[in-house]
């Protein structure tokens, strides 16, 4: 699998950057997720998922979108 690039990206590290760069691109959605619209979420994530060519670990990006705007 990682010789065709399939391999999931895991890695907090990696996927803590992409977070930023997502929400730095998004400031209005999150500023509805502050806003405690979590469903908002999903936009995030995808925008994870594109910049990662969708190989992040979906549920780990959400949780970590979450854990950082909880605490902004």
Known sequence: MAA???AVVSD???LTVAVGEA???H???AQKIRDGKVAAAATLV???MKAT???ADASRVR???LERLSHD
């Open 4 to 6: 065709r690039g399939l």
């Open 46 to 48: 995808g925008a994870v």
């Open 23 to 25: 929400i730095a691109a």
């Open 53 to 55: 060519r969708g190989q």
């Open 63 to 65: 949780q970590l979108i």
């Open 27 to 29: 400031p209005e959605v």
């Open 12 to 14: 907090d590290g990696a």
